[in-house]
């Protein structure tokens, strides 16, 4: 009888040819001009499931992206459950960004696929469903019962998601949560993430004149408006890298001795950082180190700006209004709707009685979330990683958010294991985003580990 | 026989479907992807005033758009010659910007037409085609020789006509030069402007990761190119509506008393600026009225910022670079390449060390201009608008520029007659432009008057 593994092994140019049909669907969340594709993958997750043997259906929402909802209880009810999440919807990604490929025509080279998606989600998730497959396939029956719930909204900060887990604990009951949505350093180095930040957001719009103007017939005489924005802007961080909304850090529990030091152990390196970012010289909030800053540290970033005449050549106005959307990244112990609110007032605090301030979006909040590292499911995936992957993992902070994550352990009570698959270096959000074939595969027989060491518990 | 001004007025409709003809043709000038359609609009002209009698051709030039050159010269060696500039190019227009019609499609309501360039300059350049038109129809010859010299790079600070009139006196002599490319504050109160503003410009990039990062797993350590852009921005103006640059200011020259009171003699009330602007509350330079911060004090303007994600949605990332767009207004005394330099000078001095700037692009710089007002030519102007328009035209100094001005007074050694045929509230380079029928037509009324009282002169 062939082992998982080795079925894994044989079958791993069709599991790579599937991931790229998954990948080559553009479901971009945050642009409602995309909803049909990114209901078309969720439709392609499905039936996929379905080909696997397992229950699979869309869980709708008037308005919202579906939720793709699979299980296999065959375990039985005394057995343990594994509830498995991840995301099937994209940043978006358009060729004109710096992408030297299609974003979403996948091309192998270097032995990695380089399209939007390849790592965030798709890649990292498609593991576990190509584990239970290995398994299904050579066993005829997985060693724990398994509930796949892989949502649309993630990047968008829909709250389809939260509203269902909040209302349906029974259906979603399990023993552990597993998710592979992160990255390490170095290959040789896995990772067990045990701190994400939470994240909000908002979108302003500051408005001048009633319509974009001549700028040598009104220039000088009118507040302009990206001149106004550029002004507000410049106000949010002070000289040592502080940002300096009101109350921002009130919540903010300051680092132990403890948890520096546990942080220390996996310090971002100032190299390691230039060749991951390309930029010059780190900036941040002074006092705090790197790996600090960003996984330890509330963050605003300013991540769209917009307005006037930005095409090739030049246009001689003073445009009507300017447009900034800013991402903040939150700390264990502060709310997004208490922070959201601090940033708003104080927005409105710092423009000039000339212009006027719109919030004309905003994305949805999530909180931090800490993860407790002393479990018996932590173990299941030491285990795991040390057999499939080759190597004992490390824990570490995250900058990054996953929406869901507090939900999973405030209303579900779930521990939840962070098992990320994927490389910093993935350019994950940028152009040219890819994927490791190696991490692929490796993750797949970490997966089938995983299973195999929660059943064993 | 029928005389010129009836003739005009039995083909007012002929002409205000020619005009649309001329304004159907996008010549953006701006924008390389419009250079095909800027050059069939020059051929137009060419083939326009070959049809009326006039010898004339392109004046072409490698990577530059044409300038049409028309002349007729039957009025004798004795005979004055008035040399009439206008430009036939337009500023980008784009129905998202904000247009209730497509931009180069003319929509004739309420007795304006709406598009792109219908004034300016368009349709106050046809206006002395027509007038031309109108006398030779009628009598055979015009009172005058007339030199037309209408460009394509007026509102994309291009070269080619400064290089143009400065190599080739010889045939561009004249005795006055005529321009209309201005406007009003009202139909009742014609304006002959005094002083136009110089302009230079130029595009900064500034430059910060590799690559666009996600802004959860690098946000808060690297610095961020738009908030760097903002605060580069920001400290481009002092809290009194001053420019900071250093220098900036040094070559003005002081308004005189006389000078004040010729220019509140025409100021600009705030309930005006208030309507024609939508704005809320004026700004700008402290201890200068609003006619004067508009007309005799330099100015500096963003007109456009980009980077990031600026579509619907959120894209959480931290850019690799950001854009700016600054439009630089002079007055008379100040050098456009001395002004540029000291702003260049000032953005590097901003930027924090952590982003690189670069200077992508830079419009072409132009004096500003003072025009005589006491000269017979000056006097042929007013009695042509007292008898074509029905009232005597105010002196004004104009905020906007006019790039060749200042090299027909100094290299053609010619006296300049601005006689704008325009409304400020006509929307230029903002949507929706439009044109008045009425000052099309008591523009070529006044027009004809014009060339009768130079040559009665």
């Not at 930029?279 to 509330?298: D, M």
Request: aromatic share 8%.
């Amino acid at each position: 009888m062939t082992t998982a593994h080795a079925y894994a092994r044989e079958h791993a140019g069709d599991f790579k040819e599937q991931l790229k049909d998954l990948i080559r669907l553009p479901s971009v969340s945050t642009d409602p001009a995309y909803a049909p594709q990114v209901r078309r993958t969720a439709e392609w997750l499905v039936a996929h499931f379905t080909g696997l043997g397992l229950a699979a259906r869309l869980i709708e929402k008037e308005g919202r992206h579906p939720i793709v909802f699979a299980e296999w209880n065959g375990a039985g009810a005394a057995a343990r459950t594994v509830l498995i999440y991840g995301h099937y919807d994209v940043q978006p990604a358009q060729k004109a960004d710096g992408w030297l490929t299609e974003p979403f025509e996948p091309v192998e080279q270097n032995g990695r696929i380089y399209a939007r998606g390849a790592t965030d989600d798709k890649g990292q998730m498609f593991i576990h469903v190509k584990a239970v497959e290995a398994i299904l396939k050579t066993r005829g029956r997985l060693p724990v019962n398994v509930k796949f719930l892989i949502e649309g909204e993630e990047e968008s900060g829909g709250e389809h998601i939260a509203q269902y887990v909040n209302s349906h604990p029974p259906e979603l009951r399990a023993d552990v949560c597993l998710i592979s949505d992160g990255g390490m350093t170095r290959i040789e180095e896995p990772v067990i993430v045990n701190a994400l930040r939470g994240a909000t957001g908002l979108e302003i719009t500051v408005y001048g004149p009633k319509a974009d103007l001549h700028s040598g017939m009104y220039g000088g005489s009118v507040y302009n408006p990206l001149q106004a924005l550029a002004e507000i802007i410049a106000r949010l961080h002070d000289d040592a890298g502080r940002v300096t909304v009101p109350g921002f850090y009130d919540d903010v529990l300051p680092l132990t001795a403890e948890e520096r030091a546990e942080i220390a152990a996996t310090e971002l390196d100032e190299a390691t950082w230039r060749a991951e970012t390309g930029a010059s010289l780190p900036w941040g909030e002074a006092g705090y180190s790197l790996s600090e800053r960003l996984g330890a540290r509330p963050t605003l970033e300013i991540t769209g700006l917009a307005g006037g005449y930005h095409e090739r050549g030049f246009k001689n106005i003073v445009p009507a209004k300017a447009l900034a959307k800013i991402s903040i990244r939150l700390v264990a112990n502060q709310q997004p709707a208490k922070i959201l609110a601090l940033v708003e007032d104080y927005l409105r605090q710092l423009t000039p009685p000339a212009v006027r301030l719109e919030i004309t979006a905003r994305a949805g909040g999530m909180g931090a979330a800490l993860v407790n590292t002393a479990t018996p499911m932590m173990q299941a995936a030491i285990n795991a990683y040390r057999q499939g992957w080759g190597a004992a993992p490390v824990f570490k902070r995250e900058g990054g958010s996953i929406p869901i994550v507090s939900s999973f352990q405030s209303v579900l009570g779930l521990p939840v294991i962070l098992m990320g698959f994927g490389l910093n270096s993935d350019g994950l959000h940028g152009p040219n985003e890819s994927y490791s074939i190696e991490m692929f595969e490796r993750g797949i027989a970490t997966a089938i580990h995983f299973l195999d060491e929660v059943a064993a518990l």
